[in-house]
């Protein structure tokens, strides 16, 4: 009974695996033929004499490299920052008590329900009056803190022992040193987490940016490939060069630290 | 230091950031709906008046707006569902003690979950395309005629909704591997013992003790699947005859396309209390269920 079964499970494990990665490998092939290749039927498997002209054609005159330098920008800025705000913002949560902390932190697990659009349209006049519309600030403003990050941050800074703690601050350390010197080298691990899926968050988000980048000029790799898609439905090739310029960095960070990124999943789908 | 202090210091940066930028854009944006907000406000303030409800009435009478509620239920109603049985399926497969090469496969099956919306979707379009498309290549070589399936309004949402299962599946999949590595094998012995095969013994104790990570599941997948709107934005473009204009879809082209910012808001707060009835209503008949099954 065993060996059939086996066979099962592993063919269908296959046949899952094979249209996961299917369409990706596809768009990998097709953006290496030359223009026209790939609309025939039946569709070609592989090109026939693979070319990086679209991926020429891409930078050279479509200008992609901007909107990659765009995105770059915008996900390590974006990263960083909000590294700042929910690593001091977790540990506190965890580890440093004040006056309606779990009150605070239940409303913040309860605002999680509101939809992050409602927020947008009078976002986007606040940030109009403040002259950020058409900015690199105003893509990162909303990303700069997340309830999601702080849960992950606080989940994990819970299992650092009071006694160290303690210890430093009878040795006469300052909150600030203690935080720099032995929270955030205790924290390493989630702090990879945490910037990972901060990264692929601004780097894949699409309606803000949208929204918020008007001008050509500054628009991050997804908005640049929406419009252009929209422009050039015929040019399948190139747009398919598009695609894979926008699904690399994210995919080969995933497949780098994926151990990170699956830990942070199952931490974050734990109740608190 | 003062206890308390500290505290406030480490967690205030991030309160505030929250507060200017989260809460106080949701606050503005429920006054912004109770407005007449529009291009000419824009320009000059003084043109913008109090209308109390009339932008929700005038929704309750907008063709376009049902037409945007219907299409996005349906996305719900039938990509949850179709969803999760898939990352259920695969995380079965996957947690079997027969599958090979458990690591590979757990990466091919997650790797759409970590890739850009927009990008894939350019992807998907292409694939669905009706006359050089692979899907319909595919299905030809099993004897079922082309699809025009982005250009006809029947077959534009469930193109849509089977982007969108490929695409999120692997998410609920990880989280459904945890949570069944964590049912004792025994269980599964005992059942064996007293003849139970394997579609039984799934029925009988996988499923009930999968029950609140089911819960968890439906509910955060039925809130990203209510927010639809890349996806018609690249594929669809909301068309053919509107068939995927979801509500997000409308609020977008409301707000920022014609400049009804007060409209706009009104729309954005009908979708929130959908989504907040259609978790309450989840909720409710999984409470059902529960004591259902411990009557039983």
């Given at each position: 009974m065993s060996r059939p079964a086996s066979l099962a499970v592993n063919g269908l494990l296959l046949a899952a695996a094979a249209i996961s990665v299917a369409p990706l490998l596809w768009m990998l092939s097709a953006s290496l033929m030359p223009a026209g290749q790939s609309n025939a039927f039946p569709p070609p498997w592989?090109?026939?004499a693979p070319t990086l002209a679209n991926y020429r054609e891409l930078f050279a005159?479509?200008?992609?490299?901007?909107?990659?330098?765009n995105s770059v920008v915008v996900a390590t800025a974006g990263t960083g920052l909000s590294l700042l705000f929910n690593v001091s913002a977790g540990y506190a949560f965890a580890k440093l008590p004040f006056g309606g902390r779990e009150r605070i932190f239940r409303s913040l697990l309860a605002a999680l329900v509101i939809p992050?659009?409602?927020?947008?349209?009078?976002?986007?006049?606040?940030?109009?009056?403040?002259?950020?519309v058409n900015s690199y600030a105003g893509v990162i403003v909303p990303a700069l803190a997340s309830v999601f990050g702080i849960f992950l941050v606080r989940q994990y800074a819970r299992s650092i022992p009071d006694e160290i703690l303690e210890a430093a601050r009878l040795e006469g350390a300052g909150e600030a040193h203690i935080f720099v010197h032995i929270v955030l080298p205790l924290l390493k691990p989630i702090l990879v987490t945490v910037a990972i899926f901060t990264f692929l968050n601004i780097w894949n988000d699409f309606m803000w940016p949208l929204i918020v980048l008007t001008d050509g000029r500054l628009q991050t790799l997804p908005v640049a490939l929406a419009l252009l898609s929209r422009e050039h439905v015929q040019d399948n090739e190139l747009m398919m060069a598009g695609s894979v310029v926008t699904v690399l960095p994210p995919l080969l960070l995933f497949l780098g630290l994926q151990r990170y990124y699956i830990q942070g999943l199952l931490l974050g789908s734990v109740k608190g | 230091m003062r206890p308390g202090l500290a505290g406030w210091c480490f967690a205030g940066p991030a309160l505030a950031v929250m507060g200017v930028f989260f809460a106080v854009p949701v606050a503005a944006a429920f006054m912004l709906s109770l407005?007449?907000?529009?291009?000419?406000?824009?320009?000059?303030?003084?043109?913008?008046?109090?209308?109390?409800l009339r932008n929700y009435f005038q929704l309750l009478g907008t063709a376009l707006f049902w037409k945007a509620l219907g299409n996005t239920l349906y996305f719900v109603v039938v990509g949850v569902p179709l969803s999760i049985a898939v990352s259920l399926a695969t995380a079965v497969l996957l947690d079997s003690e027969l599958a090979r090469f458990k690591g590979a496969f757990r990466t091919a099956l997650f790797a759409p979950v970590v890739t850009t919306v927009v990008a894939v979707a350019v992807v998907w379009r292409n694939l669905f395309h009706a006359r050089y498309g692979w899907i319909n290549h595919a299905l030809g070589a099993i004897g079922i005629g082309p699809i025009d399936w982005l250009g006809d309004p029947h077959w534009s949402m469930p193109a849509i909704i089977l982007f969108a299962v490929w695409k999120n599946f692997g998410i609920n999949m990880i989280i459904f591997v945890a949570a069944l590595q964590a049912i004792p094998r025994e269980l599964y012995e005992a059942a064996r013992i007293e003849g139970a095969?394997?579609?039984?013994?799934?029925?009988?104790?996988?499923l009930p003790l999968?029950?609140?990570?089911?819960?968890?599941?439906?509910?955060?997948?039925?809130?990203?699947?209510?927010q639809l709107f890349?996806?018609?934005?690249?594929?669809?473009?909301?068309?053919?005859?509107q068939s995927t204009v979801s509500v997000l879809y409308l609020m977008y082209e409301d707000g920022f396309k014609w400049w009804s910012l007060g409209l706009a808001s009104a729309v954005a707060f009908a979708l929130f209390a959908l989504m907040l009835a259609s978790t309450a209503l989840l909720l409710r008949a999984a409470r059902g269920k529960v004591a259902a099954l411990g009557g039983a």
């Open positions: 592989v090109a026939a005159r479509v200008g992609v490299g901007r909107y990659l330098a992050a659009q409602v927020a947008m349209l009078p976002l986007f006049l606040m940030l109009r009056s403040a002259g950020l | 407005t007449d907000f529009d291009i000419y406000a824009i320009a000059d303030p003084s043109n913008l008046r109090l209308v109390g095969g394997a579609a039984q013994q799934f029925r009988h104790v996988t999968l029950g609140p990570t089911l819960l968890m599941v439906a509910v955060v997948t039925m809130a990203g699947y209510f890349a996806e018609p934005y690249v594929m669809t473009q909301g068309g053919p005859l």
